[in-house]
């Protein structure tokens, strides 16, 4: 009696197990996009309506149930409950680790995928849709939390007296809760978004204030400027990064130095009116995160020469995200005066060389260091004048396009060089 007894207890064992293996599908979180934000404005956030909240994120909550046939909604479901929290350290602002909003759903059945977003996330939750189009039924608020609005008021007081945003981190939690069942563990997601001030850019060379009368000798200046650094996501932000513009002064035409920059302009050139964009770079290899360098060297190509002999004033731009949407800060302009190097009365005492000889030696001032360019070419190479003949690795002679190519290279960080002998 008690063999039989144990012989159904393993047949029944047999029989459940293939069913519990069935119900157990896969279980998957995965972040679509999170956009990256130098600036929160709290009271960007409606935590009553979540379609009026800023696009921070976007995840991907999939289940697929063993026992289904590929079909929509097929086999059996899971129940799972989500959980998102939202938590501010702010000392200027007074909140330390203060739990900004937060809430749970009671757990429903999922089967399939749904994508969630902040748009998704507020205290009526009860609406989200499977990429296939179904109604998620049975989604409901269990429990919430968020900060009052006497904090609201207070915080916007406190901003409003400085004029900025104090720095600090917001902290982004995403729960996934299986109910009920073993073999598949919580998922969760966890974004920490570190807020700075970066509403000012100061430009530190070449120039200054136009009293200063300040001269340099390159004719390709390396710009830059301090500011904050900071970081975008291209697909939500592709304005971002900084902006420059350079202009020739002259006093006699212009009444201001804000005139002088917005006339006709040496780089962007052709002039378009507006500012250029520079160049940008990837935080990291298969990222949408972008990042750029407070400098920039005048370039060799879609720009207007700088000559001797003439002053030039030059602005930066800096466009950064918030939640309210991108925004931008201005420098002050500096203003810089490239002095005649001496010549025929002719040109008004500039030495001004013509055709190619003059474009291989405004790329070999692109090559060399600036300091090291001034002191050789207003040293002992005073007056010297490239012949066109130029050899890479000591055997290959270089074409002007061959030379202009690689200077773009070298230029945008592709390649170094090692050695520049001048004969």
Avoid at 82 to 107: D, Q, S
Avoid at 293 to 302: A, E, G, L, Y
Wanted: hydrophobic letters at 35%.
């Amino acid at each position: 009696m008690k063999k039989k007894s144990l012989l159904s207890i393993w047949l029944l064992l047999f029989t459940l197990s293939p069913i519990f293996a069935q119900t157990q599908g896969i279980l998957r979180l995965e972040t679509i996009y999170f956009n990256n934000y130098e600036v929160f404005y709290i009271g960007d956030f409606d935590f009553n309506n979540g379609m009026n909240n800023p696009d921070i994120f976007e995840y991907s909550l999939v289940y697929e149930p063993n026992d289904g046939d590929g079909s929509p909604g097929s086999g059996s479901p899971l129940n799972v409950s989500i959980e998102f929290e939202m938590i501010a350290n702010v000392p200027g602002l007074n909140l330390n680790n203060r739990r900004i909003f937060y809430i749970i759903t009671k757990p429903f059945a999922l089967n399939g995928e749904v994508l969630i977003s902040t748009s998704d996330l507020d205290l009526n939750m009860n609406h989200i849709y499977y990429t296939d189009g179904r109604d998620v039924t049975g989604i409901s608020v269990r429990e919430s939390e968020y900060l009052p609005e006497e904090e609201f008021a207070n915080i916007k007081s406190v901003i409003m007296a400085t004029g900025k945003l104090p720095s600090g981190d917001y902290i982004f939690n995403f729960k996934i809760y299986p109910e009920n069942i073993s073999g598949i563990a919580p998922l969760s997601q966890h974004q920490i978004v570190s807020v700075t001030n970066p509403s000012t850019i100061d430009l530190v060379a070449p120039g200054g204030a136009l009293a200063d009368n300040i001269e340099i000798f390159s004719m390709y200046p390396l710009f830059q400027w301090e500011t904050i650094d900071f970081m975008w996501t291209g697909i939500n932000c592709p304005e971002c990064g900084y902006w420059i513009r350079v202009s020739e002064y002259n006093p006699s035409l212009h009444s201001s130095l804000d005139e002088a920059l917005n006339d006709n302009s040496n780089f962007p050139y052709p002039d378009n009116g507006q500012f250029y964009h520079l160049p940008v770079e990837l935080v990291a290899d298969g990222t949408d995160l972008y990042t750029a360098q407070n400098s920039f060297q005048f370039p060799f190509t879609d720009s207007k020469p700088l000559e001797e002999g003439k002053t030039y004033v030059w602005q930066v731009k800096k466009t950064y995200p918030t939640t309210s949407g991108s925004e931008t800060v201005e420098s002050n302009i500096f203003v810089f005066t490239i002095p005649s190097m001496g010549g025929d009365e002719g040109t008004g005492g500039v030495t001004i060389s013509t055709g190619s000889e003059n474009i291989y030696g405004q790329i070999l001032e692109q090559l060399i260091d600036p300091e090291t360019y001034n002191q050789l070419f207003t040293g002992e190479l005073l007056g010297y004048l490239p012949t066109g003949v130029v050899i890479l690795n000591d055997t290959q002679q270089l074409t002007l396009d061959q030379l202009s190519a690689i200077a773009a290279q070298l230029l945008a960080g592709q390649i170094t060089v090692k050695s520049i002998t001048v004969e």
